[in-house]
């Protein structure tokens, strides 16, 4: 082969000199892989900017609080603190006050511990307890949710104790001498009696669970059982005399039935016989205001010699509504009072005091019947009759 011709073989076509290449425009690929990198590198620097802003914010949600402080407390605690619960206090309150007796860092520890456990939350109760110092939160959470923990005087009044009872189970559970109460009670301002109670005490003890203050005195006391009674009654929608005379009836109502379905039957058993004077005349002989009268528990029924006793409570002899409650009502007796079933009951009697079992009647014939059951009962339980 030629010189010429070699040239002519290596660069193509008649043109003797080498051609220049033109530049390679970039493709389709290319270009998504450019875009894919500068995003990657504008996400980047925008992370690590917000990380910057809230980084901080997050760890003190988490673990550490400002300054990168821990939260929380190891535990176990040392010493020992006394705190206290608030009626109505929220998760917030109570976080707060936590952290301000130091018994736990941070109130975030605290509500943290509270909402991992929203039904345990709902069990902590009003009270003073005592805690030691730097605590855990979730260990001082699990300790505010066990009333047992209270270190308040605590006192349980059922329903139906007469005002001289109350005052007696105030006293073992406080310590306070049962007449501070019984002179407490007379004082109608001090314990926060209204007008329509005459200042008459009885039927104003509302019946409930209570924690007093150590060294609360005895007015104090009684006026937040007052002050209870007033809240409950005044959702009858009932004011002044009528509210009175619905008290009187609940104490009957509260001392002579403890079925639910029974209450409101009685009720409108003592407003018949209020509006008939049915039977003999008038008086209501209710056996729970002899009762009453002569300061005596304990039998299903009334003695002769208890029914003669000279008291305006004795509604054997007295016609009409005993002169104020004979007993401290729960709601569901007032409730009862307040909206009696419909029925012409005239008589009842609760023919086994051991279950409850009441039976009304309309007739005289028919509550003999009713009355020989209970004495058959009588019968076999001679030492409660």
Known sequence: MTEQHLEHSIFGGDDQRPRRRRPRRPTRRAWRLLVLLLTIGLVAGAGAVAWGAVGPMVRSVTSLGGDDKPTDYPGPGTGSVTVTVEEGDSGEDIASTLKDAGVVRTRTAYLQASAANPEATARIQPGTYALR?????????????????????????????????????????????????AKAAKDADAIGLPPEAKGNAEGWLFPSTYQFEEGESAADQLATLVTRAKKEFATTGLTGKKLERTLVIASIVEAEVNRPVDRAKVARVIENRLATGKPAGGPLQMDSTVHFAVRERGRAGTTPAQRASDSPYNTYRVAGLPPGPIGNPGMASVKAAADPAAGSWIFFVTVDPDTGETKFATTQAEHERNVAEFQRWCSANPDAC
């Open 133 to 181: 110092t730097e605590m855990q939160a979730v260990d001082a959470f699990t300790y505010l949710t066990d009333p047992a923990n209270r270190t308040n005087p605590s006192v349980t009044l059922p329903e139906g104790l007469w005002a001289s009872e109350t005052y007696a189970r105030l006293a073992k559970a406080t310590g306070t001498p049962v007449a501070d109460y």
